[in-house]
């Protein structure tokens, strides 16, 4: 049996497609044939110029994907030949015996120094099929959507499942709270979409852009919805929009650049969480972005939380299953317009949509 294969030559690269033998099926194994990929950021840097965890090119990469099971080797129950399946990015290290990641692990893989992420340790879906090990089948991020489930939708799992991770690690941290996102771009988007589900008093998005926090507030907002633009006054306005509060109760950092750290603090009050989603990254690594917190006046007696979001373990897997088999994300499919749907052959011009400035979620059709 033979499948495509879009290999990234290098950073900065091109893409090149090759025909491949696929591998018979071993006990606890089962192989997918991939339905849709949406476009990740990180697959834009990476595509643009490369990431430290890729040790070699060329590189097989994208890691939002929905497939559906081709088929399943002896012993496993769980799948079936036809269903519609959603993958997380954040994967097992393998080993039986991790505290993490292992038969009897706690199944926080991002805290395993050897943790793995599909488009970088593992191979990405950029090919039409993919047979996933039988640790990955046990104990991965994979789940089932109902049938007849749209495609396109479900393989906006992993990016969702990552903002609701970040949303729900603190409780009520969002239900009738003020909410501030900063950055327009496709987590912010799902993360509006989510604190609206979650029934949030007040969600205030912040960019750069005019054109795309226009977009954004055009097709999602509604009357709990303010976008502001990201200028040298925007501390001040948006406590003001936080009024009667003095400040807002939950702030996501979605733009991945230090000047969204050096302001995210700022915002910070009586109660606040800070969710560091977005982090900084690119091809020599993790720059120090250095802050100071008073353990004692802002920890302590301002009751001030201040954590991070780095992928998603299968509590955000499963949340994100829900929030979209139920329908409550219901503008969903406005994150995707004509211009970012693509057939695999077109995948470079794809990915090049995704790093446009006016662009959300690209999707890519491998059917």
Known sequence: MQGLVYYLDKPGGTFAARQESIPELAPG??????????????????????????????AIVLHEACCYVDAVGDGVESFRPGDLVGLGCDIPCGKDACIYCGEHGTGDWTSCPNTQATGHEFPGFARTYAVLPKWFVERGPIVKFPPG????????LEPLACCLEGMTRVNRCIENRIVVLIGAGSQSTYALQCAQAMQARKIILINRGQQRLDRVIRDFGDERVVGLRWDERVVENVKRECQPFNEPHFVMVNAPCREAYELAPQLMGYGTVLDGHA????????PRIAHEVDLNNDIHYRLQCYHATHGSSMHGIRLAQQFLSEGRLPKIDLMTNPSERFNHVDIQRAVERAAESDSLKVIVDWE
Not at 149 to 154: G, Y
Not at 279 to 286: D, E, H, T
């Open 149 to 156: 489930f749209d495609a396109s939708q479900a393989c906006q």
């Open 279 to 286: 982090g900084v990254k690119g091809a020599g690594g993790k």
């Open 29 to 58: 194994e089962v192989r997918l044939r991939t339905a849709r990929t949406s476009v990740c950021q990180s697959d834009v840097v990476i595509y643009k110029q490369g990431l430290p965890r890729i040790k070699s090119w060329p």
